[in-house]
């Protein structure tokens, strides 16, 4: 019997465990700067809200309650969006970068199209929905692109390499959807930590998409700008021609938020001030790390403007894995630019998500780079 996971690829990061080993021989241990997981405390509006609604015992409304949509609503309009839409809550955003393609009915008949540069679920979740999966460069002119896509993934800021989409782009981008009767599901879940420009719009944004929602869904998490990615508190919102069957499948598969995850989700999305604060704390942190990458004669993407990576590569033109290799023998694990498809073949990812003492510890370490990097190249 054949199954779903025989047609995937092995889970990327199960092949740096001996980059692990490697690592954890380096005194004082590993530096992990992978995976984007929050270090930092919940907010406390957050934890008190959870926990004043733990006596829960009835099932939660699928679509979720009324405060919640309200919530949701006002933080929309808060960011210019102000169209017809209809709104869903949903575990996490990647429930919904895995599972979208095969809600909205895709298969081998369809094309879904995602950044050359993506993490790797938008794929995964075409080959979920036997769709034909394409890698696009988002950034370019859209003239260019095939009009034979069903649905194309956009995410701005990106992951893994920070590249932020601005209004007079996503104008174009989303002209061209329209005149291809193409679907945009847009992953916007970095959009509160930006850098070097003023905005990373939302695809809904009344500039982008004239006040018209129609073939256009925006995803969004609190898990990096909240801290809450334990609490699995995401949600989607657009076109309500797109969400309503998706909230109506979801109902027949008992996907339900619970009550205390929504109530903690409502508190968040009326808090603003410890956006801001967590905001400040990732700025901080990553102008230490860039400071210290270049240091060590590697590069930053200039255009890496926003979300929670920097993208890095050498003037040399190091593969990957020989940067990531480099790092490991200093003992930093990092992403190895691969895991994001063939355009990151010379890039590492390296993530501003580890706490304070460990973002000072891989500074210091960062000295040591040009050698490991000149051992690890002598070596392959």
């Not at 604060?277 to 860039?290: A, G, T």
Request: aromatic share 6%.
């Amino acid at each position: 019997m054949a199954l779903f996971g025989d047609a995937l690829a092995d889970f990327p990061w199960d092949t740096l465990v001996p980059i692990r080993e490697r690592a954890a021989l380096y005194p004082g241990g590993i530096v992990d700067l992978t995976i984007g997981t929050p270090v930092d405390d919940v907010p406390q509006c957050v934890q008190q809200a959870l926990l004043e609604s733990a006596n829960a015992h009835g099932y939660p409304p699928n679509v979720g309650s009324a405060q919640l949509h309200e919530a949701i609503r006002r933080w929309a309009s808060e960011r210019n969006i102000h169209c017809e839409m209809s709104v869903l809550p949903t575990l996490g955003s990647k429930e919904m970068v895995a599972l979208l393609p095969a809600m909205l009915g895709m298969d081998s008949l369809h094309k879904v199209a995602y950044p050359l540069c993506a993490y790797p679920t938008y794929d995964v979740g075409a080959r979920l929905a036997g769709a034909d999966a394409v890698a696009l460069d988002t950034s370019s002119d859209p003239a260019q692109w095939p009009a034979d896509i069903d649905l194309l993934w956009l995410n701005s800021p990106g992951n893994p390499d920070g590249h932020v989409l601005n209004v007079e782009q996503l104008v174009r981008i989303v002209a061209w959807a329209r005149a291809h009767n193409v679907v945009i599901a847009s992953d916007e879940c970095y959009s509160a930590l930006i850098w070097d420009v003023d905005e990373a719009p939302s695809i809904l944004d009344e500039r982008v998409c004239g006040g018209d929602s129609r073939g256009l869904i925006a995803l969004y998490s609190l898990s990096k700008q909240s801290n809450m990615a334990g609490y699995r508190a995401a949600f989607a919102m657009g076109d309500p021609s797109l969400v309503d069957p998706i909230v109506e499948l979801r109902k027949h598969a008992g996907f339900m938020m619970p009550i205390p995850v929504q109530r903690a989700m409502v508190a968040a999305l009326a808090d603003s001030e410890h956006v801001r604060v967590q905001r400040e704390v990732y700025r901080r942190r990553r102008e230490k790390l860039v400071a210290a990458v270049e240091a060590a004669g590697l590069e930053n993407d200039p255009s890496s403007v926003g979300g929670l990576y920097l993208w890095v590569s050498s003037a040399e033109g190091s593969d990957a894995w020989t940067l990531t290799e480099a790092f490991a023998r200093i003992g930093i694990v990092v992403a190895p630019g691969t895991f994001y498809g063939s355009a990151g073949e010379k890039h590492i990812r390296i993530s501003l998500t580890a706490s304070d003492a460990d973002i000072a510890s891989a500074t210091l370490r960062l000295r040591e780079l040009p050698q490991a990097l000149a051992q690890t190249s002598r070596q392959a």
